[in-house]
């Protein structure tokens, strides 16, 4: 049975930060359907699937980008596309942090210049231990077009957790690194959110990746399917 939350349902909203409901999404076919999906406060949740299967759509459904043609997406109990243009944009600005699979950084800037809009945005301090973590201290002073595409990749994941987001979205975030800074990576992830008590959603290819995940689906034949690593 899907419970309903609404606005007032303090009880299931505290712990469940974001719910989504029998969501259904087509382009020009159907991507998917029937899909329900909860995330608690310090939760990760790993989907995998393979290419085309619609994994970076649903990401955009959850992630307050793309209203979904069927079903809800509730976040703290706020029915987000019901929600204005002026709410839902200060809920995606305040709360919501997105890993996107192209790293939308401001070329032209340094890494540094890209982490302090951020900040400056956010109003929020560059964490330098997450810079640390991420071992991205020797890409600030560079001009992110010059960095390698797994720099990339790390200096924008640094911009979104500068943010102070309570749940991440991340599509692919260890997709160009090798085996040992993806392992970094999550762990940056995985700390942020426990510490943070956020959610964090993924999706990925690698099984590796997604077992290190409290929770794994694999969408497939347009299901999510819960599967055991
Ligand atoms: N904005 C869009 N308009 C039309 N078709 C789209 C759009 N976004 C994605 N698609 C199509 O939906 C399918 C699933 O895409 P996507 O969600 O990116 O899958 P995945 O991330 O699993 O590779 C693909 O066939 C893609 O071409
Ligand atoms: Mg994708």
Redesign the pocket.
């Known amino acids: 049975m899907i419970e309903t939350i609404t606005a007032t349902s303090s009880e299931t909203s505290e712990t469940t930060l974001l719910r989504a409901t029998d969501l259904a999404h087509a ?2 076919y159907t ?1 998917f359907e029937n899909i329900n999906i909860a995330i608690r406060e310090k939760e990760s949740i790993a989907i995998l ?10 990401l955009h459904i959850l992630s307050t980008l793309l209203e979904p043609n069927h079903g809800k997406v509730y976040y703290r109990g706020l029915d987000m596309y019901s929600q204005n243009d002026k709410k839902l944009l200060e809920i995606r600005r305040k709360e919501i942090g997105i890993i996107f ?1 192209s790293h939308y950084l401001f070329k032209g800037f340094t890494a540094k210049e890209n982490l302090q809009i951020s900040s400056l945005i956010a109003g929020k301090n560059i964490n330098l231990d997450i810079i640390r973590k991420l071992k991205i201290e020797d890409t600030l002073s560079k001009n992110v077009s010059v960095l390698s595409g797994g720099q990339q990749q790390r200096v924008s994941i640094a911009r979104v957790l500068i943010k102070q987001p309570r749940v991440i979205f991340a ?1 692919e975030p260890t997709g160009n690194l090798d085996r040992e800074t993806a392992n970094d990576v999550m762990d940056v992830m995985l700390q942020y959110t426990t510490e943070r008590k956020g959610g964090l959603f993924i ?1 990925t290819h690698d099984e590796k990746i997604a077992a290190r995940c409290n929770t794994v689906y694999r ?1 497939k034949e347009k299901r999510l399917v819960p599967v055991i690593l």
């Open positions: 382009f020009d991507l699937g393979v290419s085309g299967s619609g994994k970076s759509t649903l699979q599509d999706v969408l």
